[in-house]
C-alpha cells in the first residue's frame, strides 16, 4: 500500500517513541481517559482531522484519541512547530500525518488538505487556530461561486486561496458535502476562538464548536504556566543571549503576557509591559513591572516579544528605531503581530534554523526569530507535557462531547461545564503531590456549594 503519510524522516520513529514513552509519564489527564474510556470507545466511528502543533505532547493526544474509538488524520497548524520525531512516531504507528517542520505555505494547506483525506470524509475537526475549519468553511463559499480572496493580502492568502481552488477544480462539491458530513469542532486557542465567535455572529457556523481555550484549566495554565516556561527557552536555544540585565518589552498581559513576563522576569530580565485594556495593565503594574508604550521604549529594549493575539503590534517604523542587535519575536498564534513583510526588503543573514539577522538601513541588526511565527514552538519545543495535559483533557472531552451528544446542540460555540474542568484539574494533582481538603457537608452548605463540587459560579474568574 501506498504510504500515507508525510514526515521529514521515518527513521526518527523510534527517537519519538522514547520521547512519547516519557511524555506519557507527564501526562495523566490523557492516561486517565485512556483508561476511563479505553475499553467503551466513546469516539468509534468519528474520523477526526486535527490541525494542531505536531509535537511530541500532541502525539500522545493522537493516540489517546485512537485509543477511544477514533479514526484520525493530522496535519500541523504552523510551518515551523512540528517536531519531526513525533511525527515520524505517529505515522509508524499508523496513524496518516502530514507535517514537516520548515514546510512552506503552499505544503502547509497541501497537508492540511491531505489530513481531510478519509476514504469515506472527515466528520470531526480538532482544530488549533481556525484553520481546518476555516479551510473548509472559505472553500464552500468559493465553492459556491463566491470570491473570499479577491486579491490576496498575504503570502498566507495566496497559499490558501490557491489550494482551495485547486481542491474545487479537483473535486467540485467536495467542499459542500465536507461542511455537511462536519458534526462539530474543539479549538485549541484564543485566536481560533476568536473566529469561531466571529463566524457564529454572522450566522455563518454550521456545526456546534467547543472552545476549549476558556476552559479554565486550559488558558489559565497553558496559556500562562506554559508560556512562562516555554518563552525564555525559544529565546535561549535561538539566541543564548544573557537574560539577565536586559530590558525586555512585552507587549499584551492577558495570560500568554502574564506568562511570558514572568518568564522574563524569572530569568532575571527587566520587563516592560504594554496594555491597550485598563485592567490587564493595572494587573501588570500591580505585578511589579512597567507599563508605557512601545514608542517610549524601543530605542532602549534589548529583547521585544508580542504576545496580544492582534496585528500591526511592531510595526516597522518602531523596527527602523531599535537598537543594534535587538531580539524581536512573537508567542502570540499568526505572524502578524510584527510586520515581518516589510522587512523582506532588507538584507537577511540566516544564522540557523528560525533565526534570521536582518540589516536595517541605518545599520543596526534585528535578529528575528521564527520569522515571526510563535517562537516557544519554532524555536524550542512549545510547552511541556505536564500542562499540555490539562489542555489536551479538554480537547478529548470536547471530542466525546460533541461526537456522542452533538445532536443535542445548536450551532454555536460552547465551554465545557465547571464540573468537567474541575475534573481535569483533579487529574492532575496525584502526580506533583497535592493533597486536597474537603468541605464538610455545614462548611458546603454555608458556601452554598456541593462537597463534591463544583466550588464556584459560573462568573468566578480564578
Ligand atoms: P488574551 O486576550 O488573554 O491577551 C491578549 C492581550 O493583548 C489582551 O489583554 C489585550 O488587551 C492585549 N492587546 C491587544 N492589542 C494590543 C496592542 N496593540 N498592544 C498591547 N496590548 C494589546 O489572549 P491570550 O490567551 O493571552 O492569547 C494571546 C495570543 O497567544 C493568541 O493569539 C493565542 O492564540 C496565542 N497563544 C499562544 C500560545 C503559545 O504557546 N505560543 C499558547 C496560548 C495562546
Redesign the pocket.
Known sequence: MAKDYIVKDITLAAFGRKELDIAETEMPGLMACRTEFGTTKPLKGARIVGSLHMTIQTAVLIETLVELGADVRWASCNIFSTQDHAAAAIAEGGTPVFAIKGQSLEEHWDYLDKSFAFPDGANMILDD?GDATLYILYGARMEAGEDLLPVPQSEEEVAIKAQILKRIAETPGWFAKTKADIQGVSEE????VHRLYDLHKKGELPFPAINV?DSVTK?KF??KY??KE?LVDGIRRATDTMMAGKVAVV???????KGSAASLSGAGARVIV????PI?ALQAAMDGFQVTTLDDVVETADIFVT????KD?IRIEHMRRMKDMAIVGN????DNEIQVAALKNHKWTNIKEQVDMIEMPNGHRLILLSEGR?L??GNAT??PSFVMSASFTNQVLAQIELWTKGDEYQPGVYILPKHLDEKVARLHLDRIGVKLSKLDAEQAAYIGVSPDGPFKPEHYRY
Open positions: 487556530g486557542t484564543t485566536t481560533g481555550n488558558s497553558d496559556n506554559g508560556c516555554s507587549m499584551g498581559y492577558g495570560d500568554v503576557g504594554t496594555e491597550v485594556d490587564c504576545t496580544t493575539g492582534n503590534v508567542i502570540g498564534h499568526f510563535l516557544n514552538l512549545g510547552h
